[in-house]
């Protein structure tokens, strides 16, 4: 059968399992809907002033498809509520992909719209299990290093703000956990006993509460600058360094730099370190962003720990031309980092189904904006 009629086929029997679910299992509420119905279960807001952010350039002369001029970002307040059964609420579930549904029926839209596995999920389960009190911090299957980062350990970051940390030892944790080494560090640093974690996608286990915790998101590009600032505040390092390391961040999956053994010679003449594509601990990476004065990489998950550097620090992140986003020159500009961004000759359109492409790093401009930053 051809390939392009199965897709369809699949996909209308998606939409159609869609519209079944909504009519007669569970509906899937929309982010302003989801934050009108618990206006009663507040617990903690703020709202963050706009920000203006300049404009951006690349040093290889290439227009950016973002900030090509200065920009207003505004946001919406940063909540945690608390959920709690009442006369209206008769029943507290958590979803296998996090998501928390009220009543059986109403899914909450907290993060990035509705997972579809909240929605299409086996409704029979031969083991129950209900919990006092639940925090449930993410409602999607898939979270990478930036994502964990960024919405799941900055909301956890909120929710000890708003609670305090005896929360940790009150509260069951559900969501898809990663079961990864920076997972386990991240939540060993905040206190979290590895027995309070709960992986909510058992297929045979359905997780109920009788109090649940939840936070919210902002926009995917340009998260809260309050919880940037929680983050620093819980996991940068607490003495002074002086900023010395000369680091280049490299990439062994998707997004490599097709040029690299080039790339390194270049790097070689200004004594810069090669942070290899390896697993470290959470504090390994904390202290060697903490003392880094400069970084230059391929864009990817690796740049997050830009969160841990001081102001000043200079980044150059170099780019694949149809994929370019601007996380990492939006959180420098919350930081205070001098950001630079290298952008590769493809004329494709910004386009996500470029994200995994390889990219070419012109070694000339290279070595000329390393000596511009070393001056």
């Known amino acids: 059968m051809n390939p392009k009629l199965v897709d369809q086929i699949k996909q209308m029997l998606k939409q159609s399992l869609l519209a079944t679910s909504r009519r007669v299992w569970r509906t899937p509420l929309d982010r302003r809907t989801s934050i009108k119905l618990l206006d009663d279960s507040i617990v903690y807001k703020q ?3 706009p920000i203006d952010i300049p404009a951006l350039t690349s040093v290889n002369g290439l227009p950016s498809r973002f900030f090509t001029t200065e920009t207003t970002v505004s946001f919406a307040p940063d909540y945690v509520w608390k959920i709690s059964l009442n006369e ?4 507290l ?7 928390t549904l009220l009543n059986q029926k109403l899914l909450l839209d907290l993060d990035f719209r509705i997972s579809g596995a909240g929605i299409l999920e ?3 389960k031969p083991h129950q299990i209900t919990y006092p009190l639940v925090v449930a911090p993410w409602s999607h299957l898939w979270c990478s290093y930036y994502d964990y980062v960024i919405f799941v350990l900055a909301k956890l970051c909120r929710i ?6 005896e929360i940790w030892q009150e509260a069951k944790i559900c969501y898809p956990l990663r079961h990864t080494v920076f997972e386990s560090g991240f939540t060993s640093k905040l206190g979290i006993p590895e027995s309070s974690l709960i992986d909510t996608r058992a297929r045979d286990t359905g997780y109920h509460a009788e109090s649940v915790v939840v936070g919210n998101n902002q926009d995917w590009y340009f998260p809260s600058p309050y919880d940037i600032e929680l983050l620093r505040k819980k996991f940068c390092l607490e003495e002074k360094v002086k900023p010395y390391r000369k680091l280049y961040v490299s ?6 730099v097709k040029n690299e053994t080039e790339v390194r010679e270049v790097l070689k003449e200004f004594d810069f370190e090669i942070l290899e594509d390896i697993s470290r601990t959470v504090d390994e990476q904390i202290r060697l962003f903490a003392e880094a004065a400069v970084v230059v990489g391929p864009h990817g998950a690796g740049f997050t720990n830009l969160l841990w550097c001081q102001p000043g620090t200079k980044v150059l992140e170099c780019f694949y031309g149809g994929y370019t986003p601007p996380y990492f020159y939006y959180i420098s500009q919350l930081l205070g980092l001098e950001y630079h961004r290298m952008v590769d000759d493809s004329e494709n359109p910004e386009d996500w189904s470029f994200i995994g492409m ?3 790093v012109d070694v000339k401009v290279l070595r000329r904006e390393i000596k511009k930053m070393l001056e």
């Open 251 to 256: 990439r062994s999956g998707r997004r490599q």
């Open 88 to 91: 209206k609420i008769d029943s």
């Open 160 to 165: 000890e703000e708003a609670l305090g940390k």
């Open 122 to 124: 086996w409704p029979y």
């Open 358 to 360: 390889d990219m070419m």
């Open 93 to 99: 579930t958590i979803c296998t992909s996090g998501n």
């Open 47 to 49: 709202q963050h002033e």
